[in-house]
C-alpha cells in the first residue's frame, strides 16, 4: 500500500521536471534564434559599410590645341588621387573647331567669340554640371601664331586676347591662352608619347599599356610635324652642355628628365612647301617643272601668296611676272633632291648639328612620329614600312602616277591635300635622312603614331600631364574602418556566430544536459 502510494507521488514530480525542461529548451533556443540573427545583421552591417564603393573622385581638364590650320579641344579627367604627384590623364573627347587656324582671323577678329562656341558647349555637356567651375580651360597656340607674332606682335596680342576674351565667358576655369615655345611644343608631345607608351610609370589603370614585352626604361624620342613648324625631342646620351636653350626639365611620376627639343620653324610641311616654291621660282620665267607633283598636274599661283609669309624671306627678289605656273612632272628622286637643297649641313659651329647650324646631340633610341608625319604616312600606306627602301620604292610608284588616275583612285579626298602627298612624303624623308640624320639603316626605330587606346598623340596631352604636378591631389577616399579593425570585427562575430549555432543545436538534441542542471 505504500509503495502505491510513493510510486504515484513521485510521477507528478518526473512530469513536473520535463515540463520545466522543455520550457527551458525552448525559450534558450527563441533567445539563440535572435542572437543569431543580431550577429549575422552585425557581420552584413559591417561588410556593406566597409566595402560600399568610394565615391568616384574624377577631375577634369580642357585644353585646346591652336594650331596654324586648325583648332581641335581636349577633354581629359584623372582621379583626385594623384600618383608621385602626377595626375593618371586620360582623354575622353575631342572636337575641332570648323574653320582655319586662329592666326587666320587677324583681319576679321570679331568672328574669333563665335569660333569656338561649338566645341565648348559639347564640353559643357561631357563634363558634368558640378565640375565646371572647378574644371581648367588652357590654350596654347603654335606655330601659326608664333609666325603671325614675328611678323606683328600687336596684331597676335590681338587675337589672343579676344580668345581668351570668349574663354572667360564659360563657366569654366580658365587659366590663360598663350603661345607656346616650339621647344615646349616638342616637349610635351615626348611627355605624351611616353604616357601612352607606358614610360613613366606601371599603375595606369584607365587602358592597358604596352610595354609588356618592351624595356620600361627604354625612353621614346617624339617627332611632331605641323603646318609651318616641326620638332623634335629625345633624352640625349652623354650630353654635352653646347646649347641649353633646347635642354627642358621636367619632374614626371617623381623621377626628373633632362630634354632635348628643338623646333624649326618654317619648316613644318605647309611653309617647307612655299620655301621650296620660293627657292624654285628664282631660276624661272614664270614656269616650275616641279617634280614634287603628278605628272599632269597644273597650277597658276600668285607670286605674292609664295611671299606672303616670312619663311621665304631668304629667297625674295623682284620678280618681271605676278603669276607662276606650276607644271608636274612626278619624279621623286629630283623632287628629293630640291628638298634637300632647304637643309643646309654645311656649317655647324657645335659637335653635332641638325641642319641650318642648329645643336642637336646624335640620335638615339626609338621615335614616335605624330601629327602631319602620321597622317601623311597613313595616307600613303606607309606606316608598317620598316625599310626605306620599300618606302622609296613606293614613293616612285605613287609620284610618278598620272594625276588625273590620282584624282579618280582618291575621289573623296580634297583637292587642296590630295596634290601635295607626294611633295609631303618625299619631304618626311629628307627631313629624317637629310635634316635630322636618320642612319638609313634606323627607319624601323621610327614608329609612326595617330592614336593609343583613344588618346591622340599630340602635345596637348603632355601639356595637360605637366599641368597637372600644378592641381593638388585631393584627399584620398578612405573605407570607414581600418583593415586590420575590419578583420577583428568580421572574426569576432563569426567566432559568436559559430558558438551560437553549437549551442543551439546541443540545446535542441540534447536537453537533457539542462535536467541535471535543474535537479
Known sequence: MERTVLKSLVLPNQYQDNSLSRFFSRNMLI???????????ALITVALT?????????????????????????????????????????????????????????HKINQLATYLTECMD???????????HETPVYLGATAGMRLLRNENAQLADEVMNEVSKSLSSYPFNFRGARIITGSEEGAFGWITINYLMGKFTQKVSWFPVISDEEDNQDIYGALDLGGASTQITFVPSNYINESTSDILHFLLY???????????????????????????ITSTNGIIKDPCFHPGYNQVMNVSEIFKTNCTDEFRKNHSFDQVEIQGTGNFSRCQQSINELFNSSYCPYSHCAFNGVFMPQIKGNFGAFSGFYYVMDFLNLTSESSLNNVINKLEFFCSRPWKEVKENFANVKEKYLREYCFSGTYIVSLLINGYHFPDTSWSSVKFMGKVYDSNVGWTLGYMLNLTNLIPAEQVSTAPLSYPTYVFLMVFFSLILVALIIFSVIVFHKPSYFNKDLA
Open 122 to 132: 559639347k564640353a559643357k555637356k561631357v563634363i558634368p554640371f558640378s565640375k565646371h
Open 254 to 280: 617623381g623621377k626628373n628628365y633632362d630634354v632635348y627639343s628643338h623646333s624649326f620653324l618654317c619648316y613644318g610641311k605647309d611653309q617647307a612647301l612655299l620655301k621650296k616654291l620660293a627657292k624654285d
Open 31 to 41: 533567445i539563440i534564434g535572435f542572437s543569431i540573427i543580431g550577429v549575422l545583421i
Open 50 to 106: 566597409q566595402n560600399r564603393p568610394l565615391p568616384e573622385n574624377l577631375k577634369y581638364g580642357i585644353v585646346l590645341d591652336a594650331g596654324s590650320s586648325h583648332t581641335s579641344l581636349y577633354i581629359y579627367a584623372w582621379s583626385g588621387e594623384k600618383e608621385n604627384d602626377t595626375g593618371v590623364v586620360s582623354q575622353i573627347a575631342e572636337c575641332t573647331a570648323q574653320g582655319p587656324g586662329i592666326s587666320k582671323f587677324v
